[in-house]
């Protein structure tokens, strides 16, 4: 395989799935078919009952430059459309999401940050939303996802400018989580992942669509609870003093219902 070839990688081990944004000529910058590609990677991830945890990240001292300019001056892959896509992919992903930020994250990296649960940031990451130094309409719906982060007043500074933003602006403003020391967000973003990948499926899963706005699925989720076994494991476990084996499942896409591991 050419190294230098524009692509997504992904590995997964011990829960932890890691999607890899590699286009190293162009700063990870996304080509029409890395976006095309991104949700049919996160539906395989998903469907993977070894995945608990998905991160993203970008190849080398990089996330992601944005999409590839050079798309933009052909309309047939409408780019927008197809990042649009993607980011609405990412936020649907069942499972817990974090971006793992160095270097530049601009444009249509920052939708794909925006989009993911959680954005861990190494000191000297950069960030902005910049369409309007290409006479762009940002989509509506990044549009709302970044006002409900950073509110509306951030959100209005880095679409109207276009300018760039610190790790410090970014974590007092809400677009980042955590902001770790020049090498040590890897150790971090393992270590969180670690502990995501311990914790119970069934409560981050009701936890993400509660927090994403679901109200009618209260019913739904007290029933999985009753027939999961996780709280009665987690109090177990808790009582003994030992870590807990959560088996909550989500069900693939078209499945029956959710299952148990023994």
Not at 39 to 48: I, S, T
Not at 135 to 162: D, E, N
Not at 183 to 190: F, I, Q
Not at 240 to 255: L, N
């Amino acid at each position: 395989m050419d190294r230098t070839e524009p692509r997504l990688e992904h590995t997964v081990a011990d829960g932890v799935a890691t999607v890899v944004i590699s286009n190293p000529a162009k700063r990870n910058a996304m080509t029409a078919a890395m976006w095309r590609a991104l949700p049919v990677l996160l539906a395989e991830l998903a469907a993977d009952p070894a995945v608990g945890v998905l991160v993203l990240t970008g190849a080398g001292d990089t996330f992601c430059a944005g999409a590839d300019i050079s798309s933009l001056r052909d309309p047939a892959h409408d780019p927008q459309g197809l990042a649009v896509a993607a980011e609405e992919a990412l936020a649907a992903f069942p499972l817990p999401t974090l971006a793992a930020v160095r270097g530049y994250c601009v444009g249509g990296g920052s939708q794909l940050a925006a989009a993911c649960d959680l954005r861990f940031a190494a000191e000297g990451a950069l960030f902005g939303v910049t369409p309007a130094k290409l006479g762009i309409v940002y989509p509506s719906s990044s549009t709302r996802r970044l006002v409900a982060l950073t509110g509306p007043a951030t959100a209005k500074h880095l679409l109207f400018s276009g300018e760039l933003i610190d790790t410090g602006r970014a974590l007092r403003t809400g677009l980042v989580d955590e902001v770790l020391p020049a090498g040590g967000l890897d150790e971090r973003v393992a270590a969180y992942a670690r502990t995501l990948v311990s914790r119970s499926r069934l409560t981050q899963a009701a936890a993400k669509e509660f927090a994403a706005g679901r109200t009618d699925r209260d019913g739904h989720w007290a029933a999985q609870a009753r027939g999961s076994g996780d709280t009665t494991e987690g109090v177990a476990a808790f009582l003994e003093r030992r870590a807990p084996r959560f088996t909550w499942r989500a069900q693939a896409p078209g499945a029956g219902a959710a299952v148990t591991e023994g």
